[in-house]
């Protein structure tokens, strides 16, 4: 770190330039500027801060430390949400397994390649992507910091595991959709479980899971018949987080199946939780009397529980088939792409063109049908 003075009967500025434990490592003087001292303090700063570096990371150095590096000084101090910050910390554990204790410097294209091969025959192609993407990142990191490394990453090719297919992820059956509701509404006991209310949201709105945890009572207004996101809560850890994207801040109409169903929870807790000052203090709708918020593994074993006592779905699916399902199910009844990317939180519409392009298929098909039967009218 530097600090700049003026000095003299010249007014002439200086610079000193100190360690970690504030000792004088560098100085000069008469500059006839501040921005002249400081132009130089920070050259000096730089190859500084380049020779430690290398010198910390010789020719010995594995690929996993120089990932660690990076992930220390880039992204642990970002603003990234906790659980962004996990998902970077779980792929620099996969590069650790894959490169082991091999030297990045002796690492060259083809031995990374191979390595990056391997492990693709058990991860899917997105998360080796990543992985990829991650090293990169910490490669570049680390050449801008005056290490002398050839980026492997360059060219490489990804070979990995295709993911599940979009069909597992949702309920698109209408007539099952409906099913389900029904099922769930038959569960309803809120002195049993908050969960059947919550799965029920879920389908009815579209929500991130997350996002439906973190939903109070202030978030729902009745008489216009909407409910509004702006956070998230994780259930494994109990906390609240922030929303997944600045579009995820938003306001959604709800039907009057679900008003009713919100009026009898609201109820029931009022009976039942009059004396909780954590409900009080928090307002949260989906609140279990025992196990406070639940966990996204409850729900999800509840829901299987659910599609295997009806016979549908599959046992892959977990509780962001809620969201699905809500998708796919307004662009069958021809609501607008944009409005339902609006209503999920999405930017634009590539996300809703790459989950539900099958469903915007048949869309596309009606509407010629339509476009042929105008074409013939006479009148």
């Known amino acids: 770190m ?33 921005r002249e001292a400081m132009n130089e303090a920070q050259e000096k700063e730089r190859k500084l801060f380049q020779s430690n570096y290398t010198a910390r990371f010789d020719s010995k150095a594995t690929l996993y430390e120089l990932w660690q590096d990076w992930y220390n000084l880039v992204i642990l101090p970002s603003e990234k949400a906790k659980a962004t910050k996990e998902g970077y910390y ?23 390649q191979s390595r990056l091969n391997e492990f693709g025959e058990k991860v899917t192609k ?60 038959s569960k309803f006991n809120y002195r049993e479980s908050v969960i059947p209310y919550l799965l029920y949201f879920l389908f009815k709105t579209g929500f991130r899971v997350g ?49 009713l169903v919100l009026k009898s929870l609201k109820d029931e807790q009022e009976k039942i939780l009059f004396d909780r000052e954590e409900l009080k203090k928090h307002d949260l709708v989906f609140y279990d009397r025992r196990y406070k918020i639940p966990t996204n593994s409850g729900l999800n074993k509840s829901l299987r ?17 809620g969201r699905h399902t809500y998708g796919s199910y307004l662009l069958a009844k021809g609501i607008d792409i944009w ?39 006479k009148e």
Not at 90 to 112: D, K, T
Not at 139 to 149: E, P
Not at 168 to 181: A, F, N, Q, R
Not at 352 to 371: A, F, P, R, S
């Open 2 to 34: 530097a600090s700049y003075r003026q000095r003299g009967k010249n007014k002439l500025w200086d610079y000193r330039i100190f360690d970690k434990q504030g000792k004088v490592i560098v100085t000069n003087s008469g500059f006839k500027t501040k």
């Open 90 to 112: 779980a792929r620099g554990q996969s590069i650790e397994r894959i490169f082991s204790a091999i030297p990045a410097m002796s690492l060259n294209h083809q031995e990374y």
């Open 126 to 185: 997105d998360h080796l992507r990543r992985i990829n993407a991650d090293i990169r990142s910490a490669i570049k990191f680390s050449q801008r910091s005056g290490l002398q490394i050839t980026d492997i990453t360059e060219d490489v090719k990804i070979f990995g595991l295709e993911a599940g297919n979009v069909d597992d992820k949702y309920i698109h059956s209408i007539s099952e959709y409906k099913d389900l509701l029904s099922h769930l509404q």
């Open 211 to 259: 996002e439906a945890m973190a939903v109070c009572w202030s978030d729902i207004d009745f008489d216009n018949k909407t409910v509004k996101t702006y956070r998230r809560f994780v259930g494994d850890r109990q906390e609240f987080v922030p929303p997944k994207t600045k579009t995820s801040i938003r306001e959604i109409p709800i039907d009057e199946d679900l008003l």
């Open 305 to 321: 529980v659910c599609l295997l006592e009806l016979g549908i779905g599959n046992q892959e699916m977990t509780a962001t088939a």
């Open 339 to 377: 409005v339902v990317a609006r209503l999920l939180g999405h930017k634009d519409i590539q996300q809703i063109i790459k989950t539900y392009g099958h469903v915007l298929q048949e869309v596309i098909d009606k509407e010629y049908e339509l476009i042929r039967q105008f074409m013939l009218d």
